[in-house]
């Protein structure tokens, strides 16, 4: 991969993990019932995005980031399973909630070419 890829997914996680700073009510709408501590899971997940974003962007970090990211989401897929199965996101198609499915497979092989 190319190093303005690696600097594109970078930036896109660095954003996003700052996203949950600046718009937590989004990220808190998306949490599943059973998972806890809604507050603290979004200030977690948006810490390790931005670390593990710029962790992308060191040689001596960058593999472990990559594999960081590949746990992240991994670990975030339930939210976007949720998203796409609750009434609550109505006001988003469908074939958008459902297409977040697949985009993390993308997302996990995007990550893995820097591992």
């Known amino acids: 991969m190319n190093k303005l890829s690696l ?8 954003a996003a993990g700052l996203n949950h700073f600046i718009n937590p009510k989004m990220y808190l709408a998306i949490m599943p019932p059973y998972i806890p501590s809604h507050k603290l899971m979004v200030v977690l997940s948006g810490i390790a995005e931005v670390m593990l974003g710029v962790g992308l962007l ?3 970090t960058r593999s472990l980031s990559a594999w960081g990211i590949i746990l992240l989401l991994v670990a975030v897929f339930p939210a976007n399973v949720y998203m796409a199965t609750s009434n ?5 198609p469908a074939w958008l909630r459902w297409a977040r499915l697949p985009l993390q497979g993308v997302l996990i092989w995007w990550a893995y070419q820097y591992t």
């Open 58 to 60: 060191f040689p001596a």
């Open 7 to 14: 600097y594109i997914q970078a930036v896109t996680y660095v």
């Open 88 to 92: 609550r996101f109505r006001r988003f």
